[in-house]
């Protein structure tokens, strides 16, 4: 609870290009310094830090951001770390509002955190000491794992028994407490009982991208059920937000622009075993919104694996409709199915490194894929996608789901390219648009019948659903990236929008803006800092423009104009319909003529 007055202060004493400077060589050019982006591979420099408005953004893999945030992305530093951080280098004490109740949730995430790595430690004993842990170190050669693999993520064994833990560490019921907030441990309080929920497992941690521990995925050693046994929620562990992998894919020397998402830990460690050291696994759940934001964080390219079943089908879809929203340009995705019977484990071990690799590099891209499948959902239908009403029915559905995706070029060559499919103009298309909304749960319309579900949705897995959250606003982040541009339109502009969370955010921004009190990115993400509108304000942070910066005002003044124009004309049909439900006789003369200028004569 680090109060916002002292963050702007901090913000304006700090000259984001000492802190920079320091971990990236830069050369002035012009008013600004370039260099090499830090965030992703490239040859000839791209970064480019702006003294003036201490921002950097690169146009490459367009990363953005205030000094702070550079701390938290290239040191890997929590919010509150780079604050510390940054207030260090100016001699100044980062003050503390916390409650007594803040600081006891504090404690207890610190002693969360404290007794995961203990059992981290435990589990990796057992692996080496344990007298039954031959069953486990078999297992693991015979899916050809090495022991250096398995010390690189930290694997472990938990040994059969239900009170292992408490054994070890303390039999006193209130000294297990933490434990059990951890999710090491199940309490039965109508018996008084605790025991172990990992038991007779292979043990794989699970580690946040500072690569604390901060829960563990277990894999039964047998035919036990369930064969995936994930850590529950707990103050430190998400697992609609979490990836298996990621913070070994981050550390891995080959710095690849891409990661294959995959369903299993052990497919994550058998394709690193074989120097495909990208790969990350989603903890039994769908590839929910904060998966994907936390990627293209990473890289710009994702490619899904997938079984090529119906279920892999299924769940495929479910990734493209989830992907749709981030694909702005300088992002791409892919979806690779596997052949039958296989799993990327088996099929690396049997094809090896280069030929899986090939499969991954030839996998099929979002446009390919997403025409692919709405046909064999036509033909399922008894439609020809070729004939009139196939391409109608094509045109109706597919329509929709290109609005998903964020403005810019990407998306204006999706909707050229189902143009060309369906030989209809632009204009025709985007009345298509309007004539038929996207359903509520879009996912619903291209299933393949009621047949088997996945590993994932089947019980394999101690899944759950993930958070849905709604598409981007380009214009809110817009905003993020260069606040000055509120200035564009008169504060009584900005305020009838309020239909929704992104809209009501616009408004409050702008109006800060006019006010003086917000005059910099980074200002903005402390503001809304452990408020509501974080998630959103996070969300629209991430957006990559498709213009560069000087264009940016007249992208933003576009946005908006049609945003006021959408708010009037709807205000002006709320007035129409209060009209009309008076009586003829009961209208003035304005209001029959209001009435005719919009719907007609009404006598």
Known sequence: ???????????????IVDVIEARVTLKKTGQNYSGLCPFHQEKSPSFSVSQEKQFYYCFGCQASGSAIKFLMEFDRMDFVTAIENLAARLGMVVPNEQSDDDRL????????????????????????????????????????????????????????????????FSEDAAQLQPWIAAGLMVENLDEDKRYDRFRDRIVFPIRDLRGRTIGFGG???????????????TTVFHKGRELYGLYEARRSQQKSARLLVVEGYMDVVAL??????????????????????????????????????????????KALLGVLPHLSDGRSARFMFLPEGHDPDSLVRKEGTERFGARIDGADDVSTWFFEKLGQDLQVDGLDPKSIAGRAALSKTAM??????????????????????????????????????????????????????????????????????????????????QPELALEFNIEDYQNIDKNMQDRLIKSIAVCVHEGSISAPGQILARFN??????????????????????????????????????????????????????????????????RLHIGSID
Not at 131 to 150: E, F, M, S
Not at 534 to 543: G, R
Request: proline share 6%.
């Open 272 to 317: 690193a075993q074989h120097g495909i050291e990208y790969a990350v696994a989603t903890l039994g759940t769908s590839t929910s919104d904060e998966h994907i934001q936390r990627m293209y964080r990473q890289v710009s390219e994702i490619v899904f694996c997938f079984d090529g079943d119906g279920a892999g089908l299924r769940a495929a879809w």
């Open 1 to 15: 609870m680090i109060p916002s007055s002292f963050i702007d202060e901090i913000l304006a004493r700090t000259d």
């Open 530 to 595: 452990g408020r509501d509108e974080q998630h959103c304000v996070k969300k629209a942070f991430e957006h990559k423009p498709l213009l560069r910066p000087e264009h940016l005002k007249d992208e933003y003044v576009g946005l908006m104009q049609r945003k006021f124009d959408q708010y009037r004309s709807s205000s002006a049909r709320i007035q129409i319909n209060q009209l009309l439900d008076k009586a003829p006789s009961q209208l003035t003369e304005d209001e029959r003529a209001l009435i």
């Open 219 to 233: 894999r039964v050693i047998g035919d036990g059920k369930p064969k995936y046994l994930n850590s529950p929620e």
């Open 400 to 481: 929709p789901l290109i609005n998903l995706m964020p403005e810019g070029v990407f998306r204006q060559l999706m909707i050229d390219a189902l143009a060309e499919l369906t030989g209809l103009a632009r204009g025709r298309l985007e009345d298509v648009t309007i004539k038929y909304q996207l359903p509520a749960e879009p996912q619903s319309v291209f299933t393949d019948g009621p047949d088997e579900l996945s590993e994932m949705e089947s019980g394999e897995y101690d899944s759950e659903d993930p958070r849905e959250v709604g598409p981007l606003d380009p214009a809110l982040s817009l905003l993020i990236l």
């Open 105 to 168: 949730s504090s404690m207890k995430r610190k002693q969360t955190l404290d007794v995961l790595t203990q059992a981290k430690d435990f589990y990796k004993q057992q692996l080496r000491n344990h007298p039954q842990r031959q069953r486990a170190v078999d297992y693991l050669k015979n899916r050809g794992l090495t022991g250096q693999i398995a010390n690189r993520f930290e694997i472990g064994f938990a040994p059969p028994g239900w009170q292992n833990l408490s054994a070890l």
